[in-house]
């Protein structure tokens, strides 16, 4: 059964530190892949609910929410380490695929029971996510060559830019667009170079991302190499837009480079031909995110050093 894929679902765990303990006990046969001893765990539950209910410590509607929860619960667990027969035994007993269950697959035997039980490849989620958001983060050519294969639509997810542009922030009932570069910035941000160059292969639409600002902002030594990749796509170096975590009020790549005060980086950037007049929605230019962000006086003037050496010619 596949619900609405709401992030969101009450937490039942029990009523006692012996019941929270069963409840952990029965995460971990989840994870482990015994479905014998799942079973047991979830009839001594449902067992202990009924009694609590006859005993009148709670309703009966609590000890539903309850079941709701381990299901949910355990499925996810099961979906993370692939182990099919207690997927199919908790969706027997009727856990939904949620939003958490969708994102906790990591490998193909684990798409393959949600697409077989409800879920679409371009399926709408939450904040205008989509399924091969999760698949991108898992950073593995196999398997994301194969569900594209299947029909995701790497321009199809939330188009950030223009949600943050003119609403300020990517909402839980934001609906995907068909123009966005979510895929793409991802991979640039996360990924391999390898998974970027496969969602161009499939028609990914570099002009619809900020891959270059994502790049500026990989938690790796590899920015500039792949940087440099992107921009040999033909990427505009000097393309605008909006995104997050970064606060930015728009900007270039040069503008992240400039906050996150990546000295080498901003180098390439101008080097590049990066404009470094261009401003965010107030006029505020590199020189002011570095300024108000770096938080060292020497790194900062290490930076406006780097900018007029590259200043315009007047």
């Known amino acids: 059964m596949l619900d609405q894929l709401s992030p969101k679902l009450q937490r039942f765990e029990g009523a006692s530190d012996r019941a929270y303990e069963s409840y952990q006990e029965y995460l971990e ?44 619960r355990g499925l996810e667990e099961a979906v993370k380490n692939e182990n099919i027969l207690v997927m199919e035994y908790l969706h027997s007993e009727g856990a939904l695929i949620r939003y958490h269950t969708v994102e906790a697959a990591k490998s193909r035997g684990s798409w393959e029971f949600l697409l077989n039980h409800g879920l679409d490849v371009n399926n709408p989620m939450p904040e205008a996510k ?45 609906q995907p667009e068909k123009d966005s570069g979510a895929a793409l910035e991802m991979a640039a941000w996360e990924c391999d170079i390898e998974i970027f160059e496969l969602l161009l292969e499939h028609g990914a639409k570099l002009e619809n991302s ?34 997050s975590p970064v606060p930015l009020r728009g900007g270039t790549a040069l503008a992240v480079a400039a906050r996150l005060g990546t000295l080498d980086e901003i180098r390439w950037l101008l080097e590049h031909g990066v404009d ?11 020189s002011h995110y570095a300024y108000s962000t770096v938080g060292s006086p020497v790194r900062f003037q290490r930076i406006l050093d780097l900018l007029n050496e590259f200043k315009r010619p007047q």
């Open 29 to 72: 046969v989840c994870r482990q892949g015994d479905v014998a001893q799942v079973q047991q765990l979830l009839a001594q539950q449902t067992q202990r609910g009924q009694e609590w209910v006859s005993s009148g410590i709670e309703q009966n509607p609590r000890q539903q929410q309850r079941k709701t929860w381990w299901l949910v």
């Open 276 to 286: 470094q007049y261009i401003g965010d929605s107030q006029g505020l230019t590199a």
């Open 130 to 174: 989509v399924p091969l958001l999760h698949v991108v983060s898992c950073n593995d050519p196999e398997l994301l060559t194969w569900f594209l294969s299947l029909g995701a639509d790497p321009n199809y997810g939330p188009n950030e830019s223009r949600l943050l542009r003119e609403e300020g922030a990517i909402q839980p009932y934001s």
């Open 210 to 243: 900020l891959a270059l600002h994502r790049a500026m902002m990989r938690n790796s030594d590899d920015r500039i190499a792949f940087a440099e990749r992107i921009l040999s796509h033909g990427a505009d170096i000097n393309r605008f837009g909006h995104l």
